[in-house]
T-cell receptor, first 112, second 117 residues
């Protein structure tokens, strides 16, 4: 399984753009990259998923360079409610097999 | 997105008793479900992969006789913590995977807080 490395913590202020980068040097050819958000005492919530280049949805963007050895989650104009732990997962492939394991995650603290 | 529920959300039990946690996919069928455990201030630790109609695959270090997993249908997986002890107190989270054309998504339940006295 591809191991992921993220910064342990990040601080930001309301209204700023936040970029969280995840390293996954051993990513396999068929692996997807998925980001989750978790609030205390809740299950993780899906944010975005991508395979290559750029993916954008209503809450975030995901940038994946050509070598796919890293990925960057971009949160535009964060608010206090975005304070949470963000996890980068690599490990699914495009079959009904495989499993995903969580890295240590990044604790994002948004300040007023 | 797809919804995964867990029941109960919180349980307190005495040491030595067994506790069953249910994980249901409410609006989709899941051939594969995962069970995680999370201690305070730590990441989620994968315990086992539950496949419908077959035996679960446990991660190294997870006792299969202590954490019984049953995935009897495409919408239900259960985790039974047998003879629970205080060190089993944790936040247990299940997830179900949806595999579709061009994407894989994993949807998580809200978690079950187990406290063993």
């Amino acid at each position: 399984l591809a191991k992921t490395t993220q910064p342990i913590s990040m601080d930001s202020y309301e209204g700023q753009e936040v970029n969280i980068t995840c390293s996954h040097n051993n990513i396999a050819t068929n692996d997807y990259i998925t980001w989750y958000q978790q609030f205390p005492s809740q299950g993780p919530r899906f944010i975005i998923q991508g395979y290559k280049t750029k993916v954008t949805n209503e809450v975030a963007s995901l940038f994946i360079p050509a070598d796919r050895k890293s990925s960057t989650l971009s949160l535009p104009r964060v608010s206090l409610s975005d304070t949470a732990v963000y996890y980068c997962l690599v490990g699914f492939n495009n079959t009904n097999a495989g499993k995903s394991t969580f890295g240590d995650g990044t604790t994002l603290t948004v300040k007023p | 997105g797809a919804v995964v529920s867990q029941h109960p959300s919180r349980v307190i039990c005495k040491s030595g008793t067994s506790v069953k946690i249910e994980c249901r996919s409410l609006d989709f069928q899941a051939t594969t479900m995962f069970w995680y455990r999370q201690f305070p201030k730590q990441s989620l630790m994968l315990m086992a992969t539950s496949n419908e109609g077959s035996k679960a695959t446990y991660e190294q270090g997870v006792e299969k006789d202590k954490f019984l997993i049953n995935h009897a249908s495409l919408t239900l997986s259960t985790l039974t913590v047998t003879s629970a002890h205080p060190e089993d107190s944790s936040f247990y989270i299940c997830s179900a995977r949806v595999v579709g054309s061009g994407h894989n998504e994993q949807f998580f339940g809200p978690g079950t807080r187990l406290t063993v006295l």
